[in-house]
């Protein structure tokens, strides 16, 4: 059997985007992905955006592996934002079996309820805030590159749960040689609503290389209670991390939260099938293109 057969064979059996998303999860050394992410950011187009007057925000995001985005979204935009999801169905993502529902009354087993991606595009302000001149200085100057808008979701978690699923319990995230997130606080987040917790500049530790779900026993005995930070904050509290840095989504204890988030990245993310939404001209006007390619038309 020729070369060129057998390599058909194989991308046909394992496309060459999802074996790329694999090789580089293999990669869990921070010094050896840095290494590589270098030599993979020499291919891809270069940034137009200078950080300027952010510089410091991006050395936060550096150094500590997030950074707080004060004054970000307007109040009147979260509104809009909320009102617009009031409207819309969700699903688990987890169990997919169970269809589409609203989210004020999920099935039991129901840890998040996520909405559409294209309820999501369509929605007053998601790609506004996606494309924010300040997050994609900031972004760009820590991928080093042009972003590459790779996700976005918006979820509520729900209440009623003691055993964590997935992501509700400390991990790293292996997407892509590098990426940072943006999340967006739609609803107030105090304690008893599940707030974000992250490990500060757990982003460079060699530690907790592998990839799996940690406990918070084990979380605890390494960085203490007082290495976690969560993130509490009124509706529109916004923030970048890097989340190769230990963290979790908790589970809320009474009150449900509402979550928008955006990832950037180098690649598009090789396990998600992309299929971009064709928009109305004004809804794209002054989005770079690039940026946006994976998901607008």
Same mark, same amino acid.
Not at 152 to 164: F, K, L, M
Not at 170 to 195: A, W
């Given at each position: 059997?020729? *070369?060129?057969?057998?390599?058909?064979?194989?991308?046909?059996?394992?496309?060459? =985007?999802?074996?790329?998303? /694999?090789?580089?999860?293999?990669?869990?050394?921070?010094?050896?992905?840095?290494?590589?992410?270098?030599?993979?950011?020499?291919?891809?187009? =270069?940034?137009?955006?200078?950080?300027?007057?952010?510089?410091?925000?991006?050395?936060?995001?550096?150094?500590?592996?997030?950074?707080?985005?004060? @004054?970000?979204?307007?109040?009147?935009?979260?509104?809009?934002?909320?009102?617009?999801?009031?409207?819309?169905?969700?699903?688990?993502?987890?169990?997919?079996?169970?269809?589409?529902?609203?989210?004020?009354?999920?099935?039991?087993?129901?840890?998040? $309820?996520? /909405?559409?991606?294209?309820?999501?595009?369509?929605?007053?302000?998601?790609?506004?805030? $996606?494309?924010?001149?300040?997050?994609?200085?900031?972004?760009?100057?820590?991928?080093?590159?042009?972003?590459?808008?790779?996700?976005?979701?918006?979820?509520?978690?729900?209440?009623?749960?003691?055993?964590?699923?997935?992501?509700?319990?400390?991990?790293?995230?292996?997407?892509?040689?590098?990426?940072?997130?943006?999340?967006?606080?739609?609803?107030?987040?105090?304690?008893?609503?599940?707030?974000?917790?992250?490990?500060? *500049?757990?982003?460079?530790?060699?530690?907790?290389?592998?990839?799996?779900?940690?406990?918070?026993?084990?979380?605890?005995?390494? /960085?203490? @209670?007082?290495?976690? *930070?969560?993130?509490?904050?009124?509706?529109?509290?916004?923030?970048?991390?890097?989340?190769?840095?230990?963290?979790?989504?908790?589970?809320?204890? =009474? =009150?449900?939260?509402?979550?928008?988030?955006?990832?950037?990245?180098?690649?598009?993310?090789?396990?998600?099938?992309?299929?971009?939404?064709?928009?109305? @001209?004004?809804?794209?006007?002054?989005?770079?293109?690039?940026?946006?390619?994976?998901?607008?038309?």
């Amino acid at each position: 059997m020729s *070369k060129n057969i057998f390599q058909k064979i194989i991308y046909r059996i394992y496309p060459l =985007k999802r074996l790329g998303f /694999f090789s580089q999860r293999l990669l869990t050394n921070p010094l050896h992905r840095d290494v590589i992410s270098k030599l993979a950011c020499k291919r891809l187009p =270069k940034s137009d955006l200078s950080v300027g007057p952010y510089e410091k925000d991006a050395k936060l995001l550096q150094t500590n592996g997030y950074v707080m985005l004060d @004054d970000l979204v307007p109040h009147n935009e979260i509104e809009q934002m909320v009102d617009w999801f009031s409207t819309k169905l969700t699903n688990d993502r987890y169990n997919e079996s169970e269809g589409f529902f609203d989210p004020l009354y999920p099935p039991a087993s129901c840890h998040t $309820a996520s /909405f559409s991606t294209e309820d999501i595009l369509r929605s007053p302000h998601a790609l506004k805030w $996606a494309n924010d001149d300040r997050v994609l200085r900031i972004v760009e100057a820590e991928l080093g590159v042009k972003a590459t808008l790779s996700n976005i979701s918006t979820w509520w978690s729900i209440p009623g749960h003691d055993t964590p699923q997935a992501a509700e319990s400390f991990h790293r995230d292996v997407d892509d040689l590098r990426f940072i997130k943006l999340f967006v606080y739609l609803t107030d987040v105090d304690d008893e609503s599940g707030p974000h917790a992250f490990i500060p *500049k757990s982003q460079k530790h060699m530690g907790y290389r592998t990839i799996r779900r940690y406990s918070d026993e084990e979380i605890k005995n390494e /960085f203490g @209670d007082t290495g976690i *930070k969560y993130f509490t904050g009124t509706k529109g509290t916004a923030f970048l991390e890097n989340t190769f840095g230990l963290h979790k989504g908790q589970i809320p204890k =009474k =009150k449900r939260r509402l979550l928008f988030q955006a990832q950037y990245s180098l690649h598009p993310i090789g396990l998600s099938d992309y299929s971009p939404t064709r928009l109305s @001209d004004g809804t794209k006007e002054g989005l770079d293109q690039y940026t946006n390619r994976l998901y607008i038309k």
